[in-house]
């Protein structure tokens, strides 16, 4: 991809995203459309989307009285020291954070094995995935990913006037990609990966993603989510890091949302090729939205490996009570090595919505492969036995 002299300004009046549509973090974006939907009793949040797409929640008057299981949060975090850390940083809210940022970007640098010129920081990963597909787009073209993915980088990328190609997953969920890599053109942009993928949860072999990464990136930008890595069984043993030390044309986005913890704390960050990050920062800047109690508690957090080994652990046990539920009552899951498991729904799924929400419970549905969907997220043990009681009473 080519530099660009565009101002911020002259690119913001060029593309078709508002000002407003951009101040919006991801739950934002995620909230407007489930309002939208709901007011215009639609079935789905997003009606320009064949191939994928989500069902709209059902309206709800005490929200604060569910069991949230559909954002596939944390729900152990953040570690009593990052909390600390925040609040101490409170109270130097009337400075800029400039510095503790560098010293944040210092430690990643140190951690993935690369120089911090090769950082782009942002208010989580999902950010950092719309400003990409934002810069990457702004001329047309497409994005090749699978079919599911997350799909914040593509509604974006098709927002600006992009297209998605997508290709379904292979029958074991890992990532088709012998026919991605057919599928580049010459108005490929990006290649995107999420691994492990969302909202499947399931992982592709690490060697196989590493060979494709390094033999693609020669062609073009493959972009590789690593949101969920930390939580999956290999860990960052298996993260596409490497590649980016070695100069490859590979972006790796990582977030403090997940395991560690912070999802309403908005951090995470991408790492890649300099020249690569100087295109996206010429038209929006990262670190801008970072709070400095943010960066303090991600600090802090980088340090706590034993917290974050914990929430590991009790959510693996608590996934693994959940698929025997599952298995016991033969709905049909796909293999998982995040916090959330989706599984097949035998059932209307705008009826079911409305019965576990009922109940307290929510979740999310979605629509792919012609079959309807619940993606439930881990929650504590407890959490997890409220779930399984709901279902157990919506299928007697």
């Known amino acids: 991809m080519k530099s660009t002299n565009i101002s911020r300004r002259e690119w913001l009046k060029k593309g078709t995203l508002t000002l407003g549509a951009l101040a919006l973090v991801p739950h934002d974006i995620w909230s407007s459309n489930v309002i939208a939907a709901q007011k215009e009793g639609r079935t789905f949040l997003y009606n320009s989307n064949n191939f994928f797409n989500e069902f709209t929640p059902p309206v709800v008057k ?11 949060e944390n729900p152990y975090g ?26 944040l970007k210092e430690k990643i640098a140190e951690n993935e094995g690369i120089h911090t010129n090769q ?10 995935l719309e400003k990409v597909a934002m810069v990457f787009f702004q001329e047309g073209g497409n994005v090749i990913s699978a079919d599911p993915s997350y799909m914040s980088l593509i509604v974006v990328a098709k927002s600006v006037g992009g297209q998605w190609k997508s290709y379904k997953l292979l029958e074991d969920s890992q990532h088709d990609l012998d026919a991605m890599e057919a599928g580049i053109d010459e108005n ?12 499947t949860g399931s992982i592709t072999d690490a060697k196989k993603l590493k060979d ?27 993260s596409m890091n490497t590649l ?46 970072i709070t400095g109690p943010s960066i303090a508690a991600a600090a802090t957090s980088l340090n706590n490996q034993d917290f974050l080994d914990s929430c590991k652990t009790k959510i693996a046990d608590a996934r693994a009570y959940t698929m025997k539920y599952l298995n016991k ?10 916090n959330f498991i989706i599984f097949e729904i035998p059932m209307e799924v705008k009826e079911f919505l409305k019965q576990i929400y009922a109940k307290n419970v929510a979740v999310k549905s ?22 399984t009681k709901a279902m157990t009473e919506i299928f007697a």
Not at 78 to 103: C, H, I, M
Not at 119 to 128: A, R, T, V
Not at 216 to 221: A, D, G, L
Not at 329 to 338: R, V
Request: positive net charge.
């Open 62 to 72: 005490e929200e604060k009285a569910l069991t949230i299981l559909r954002s596939n």
């Open 78 to 103: 953040p570690p009593p020291k990052s909390a600390k850390a925040f609040q101490d940083e409170v109270f130097k809210g009337n400075r800029y954070a400039w510095k503790t940022l560098r010293e």
């Open 119 to 128: 950082i782009l920081m942002g208010p989580g990963s999902s950010d950092l």
């Open 188 to 199: 490929t942009k990006l290649v995107y990966i999420c691994n492990p993928n969302n909202p």
């Open 212 to 238: 494709f990464c390094s033999r693609v990136s020669e062609k073009v930008p493959v972009f590789v989510d690593e949101a969920y890595l930390e939580l999956s069984d290999n860990g960052l043993r298996d």
């Open 244 to 289: 980016v030390a070695e100069g490859k044309n590979v972006i790796v986005a990582r977030t403090f949302s997940k395991i560690h913890g912070m999802a309403g704390l908005r951090i995470g960050y991408a790492i890649g090729k300099k020249e690569t990050l100087d295109i996206i920062s010429e038209i929006t800047r990262g670190g801008m939205g």
């Open 329 to 338: 009552k033969n709905f049909s899951y796909l293999p998982s090595e995040t």
């Open 366 to 387: 979605f629509k792919f492969w012609d079959k309807n969907w619940c993606r439930v997220s881990i929650g504590t043990m407890d959490e997890m036995k409220l779930f």
